[in-house]
């Protein structure tokens, strides 16, 4: 049985998927992998940010992932910064 804290996320889930991808049936989704694999498989195509996010904590949740691979999958990624070019002096004017 799920405790009450994951009932407010499947339905937040539930919630917010409707918007982007149509109904999502909550009890089919616990029950049938077919179907969840299917849903979780149409939110990481669209790229919704909060909704991946909401995706990765119900499959953790429900077993389907662990919660380190849920974590690193949400973890902001830092872009490397290019390096950085010398500035070079101008040296084909008059005063070079």
């Given at each position: 049985?799920?405790?009450?804290?994951?009932?407010?996320l499947?339905?937040?889930?539930?919630?917010?998927?409707?918007?982007?991808?149509?109904?999502?049936?909550?009890?089919?989704?616990?029950?049938?992998?077919?179907?969840?694999?299917?849903?979780?498989q149409?939110?990481?195509?669209?790229?919704?940010?909060?909704?991946?996010?909401?995706?990765?904590?119900?499959?953790?949740?429900?077993?389907l992932?662990?919660?380190?691979t849920?974590?690193?999958?949400?973890?902001?990624?830092?872009?490397?910064?290019?390096?950085?070019?010398?500035?070079k002096?101008?040296?084909?004017g008059?005063?070079?």
């Amino acid at each position: 049985m799920m405790d009450n804290n994951g009932l407010i996320l499947l339905s937040k889930f539930s919630v917010s998927a409707r918007k982007i991808i149509g109904s999502v049936n909550p009890a089919k989704l616990i029950k049938d992998s077919e179907y969840s694999a299917e849903i979780f498989q149409k939110v990481f195509e669209l790229g919704d940010e909060e909704l991946i996010t909401l995706s990765l904590e119900v499959q953790g949740m429900l077993g389907l992932i662990t919660a380190a691979t849920a974590e690193a999958s949400t973890a902001k990624v830092t872009p490397i910064k290019p390096v950085e070019v010398e500035e070079k002096k101008y040296m084909y004017g008059a005063r070079s």
